[in-house]
């Protein structure tokens, strides 16, 4: 794995119903771009230092507002969709 600051640690949980959490790299400690990170989390304003597990990666801050944007879009699709059966208990 390789970063440099300013880029974006995400963790996928593979647990049902994990969360997934993103962390703004702030610094880089390892050689070349490798760990460990000093992360900033967004759940929870805290720092600390990462060696990310093999549920992580690195998305540049471009490639993850990308992601992001697409999954909204395909959100907004889902909802929107003509003929789409309301959910339970809705008519």
Do not use: C, F
């Not at 300013?6 to 703004?24: F, K, Y």
């Not at 720092?47 to 993850?64: C, I, K, T």
């Amino acid at each position: 794995m390789h970063a440099k600051p300013g880029d974006w640690l995400i963790v996928e949980h593979t647990t049902v119903g994990g969360a997934v959490r993103h962390g703004l790299i702030e610094e880089v400690h390892g050689d070349d771009g490798e760990p460990p990170y000093l992360v900033h989390w967004t759940d929870t304003g805290h720092r600390a230092l990462m060696y990310p597990g093999p549920d992580a990666y690195v998305l540049s801050a471009e490639d993850l507002r990308t992601r992001e944007e697409l999954e909204s879009a395909h959100l907004s699709s889902m909802q929107h969709r003509p003929g789409r059966a309301a959910g339970p208990g809705v008519s």
